[in-house]
């Protein structure tokens, strides 16, 4: 249970530095800084993927205390073909698609420090990085037509 909690609380660390790296978005004072629906219903989706995989996370972690950890976990992955086939997927996504997709398109859009995304879909789930990344994503997109150019640069 040691290393799971080590883990939340690098998980932590990281969101602090997420919203550290995107405080420039989240401070009041320009047109569309308030949230969006959309926006809201994002975060809604990634802290329940959060909350879901750390409930599961513990129940692992219980029952497999001796042998918890990266390899036993990615095993349990793939025990018969139904897992495997969804396992594979995830995997394939959030290992190769996310990081590239975040990536990518933070850089097209001027967003700070894409790559934190990606650590955060290790250390929390796939679904609360991808959940923040859209929201995010669609705070940016207000905050650059919000710019009197329509295309400043994310202020540090």
């Known amino acids: 249970m040691t290393a799971l909690l080590v883990h939340f609380a690098v ?3 990281f969101l602090v530095l997420f919203f550290y ?10 047109q569309g800084s308030g949230v969006s629906r959309l926006e809201a219903l994002y975060y809604l989706i990634a802290v329940c993927s ?9 129940q692992y972690v219980q029952m497999y205390a001796s042998e918890a950890g990266w390899v036993h976990f990615t095993k349990l992955l793939f025990t018969n ?7 594979q997927d995830l995997v394939t ?16 859009l001027r967003m ?5 995304y990606f650590i955060l879909s290790l250390l929390t789930s796939f679904g609360f ?12 997109i207000r905050w650059l037509k919000a710019q ?5 640069v994310a202020a540090a």
Do not use: C, K
């Open 11 to 13: 998980a932590l660390v």
């Open 21 to 30: 790296f995107n405080a420039y978005l989240y401070r009041a004072g320009w």
């Open 50 to 58: 959060f909350a879901v995989g750390y409930y599961f996370n513990v």
């Open 81 to 87: 073909p139904a897992a495997s086939s969804g396992s």
């Open 93 to 108: 996504t959030n290992v190769l698609l996310f990081p590239l997709w975040t990536l990518i398109d933070g850089r097209r």
């Open 112 to 116: 700070r420090q894409p790559w934190i």
């Open 129 to 140: 990085a991808m959940g923040l990344y859209l929201a995010t994503h669609e705070r940016q």
């Open 148 to 152: 009197p150019d329509g295309r400043a």
